[in-house]
Nanobody, 117 residues
Framework: QVHLVESGGGLVQPGGSLRLSCEAS????????MGWGRQAPGKERELVAN???????TYEDSVKGRFTVSRDKTTNMVYLQMNSLRPEDTAVYYC???????????WGQGTQVTVSS
């Protein structure tokens, strides 16, 4: 079992920046992948940024060049730096941890990000 706690959401104007943080605890096994998904009202949850324990990162097309995912394996933290935010980035953002071998995935409770003037 893995427990995840996010922080850092809020209200920001278009073009602004936010940094989300997430701490994982529990049965942290490797190899794994940690990252972020989001769910906007009326839409399905989508993965937006993924950081593999071996180093590579991947992004959903709409956030490439604006979002950066990073992780600190010594503290089991994962971060999402979001720049040039747009109103369509408004969503609840969820941190996740996935065991790469079993594919079992755990989610945090979510943090609201609202981009509005």
């Amino acid at each position: 079992q893995v427990h995840l706690v996010e922080s850092g959401g809020g209200l920001v104007q278009p073009g602004g920046s936010l940094r989300l943080s997430c701490e994982a605890s529990g049965s942290i096994v490797s190899p794994n992948v940690m990252g972020w998904g989001r769910q906007a009202p009326g839409k399905e949850r989508e993965l937006v940024a993924n950081a593999f324990s071996g180093g590579p990162t991947t992004y959903e097309d709409s956030v490439k060049g604006r979002f950066t995912v990073s992780r600190d394996k010594t503290t089991n933290m994962v971060y999402l730096q979001m720049n040039s935010l747009r109103p369509e980035d408004t969503a609840v953002y969820y941190c996740y941890f996935q065991d790469f071998t079993t594919r079992e995935r755990y989610w945090g409770q979510g943090t609201q990000v609202t981009v509005s003037s």
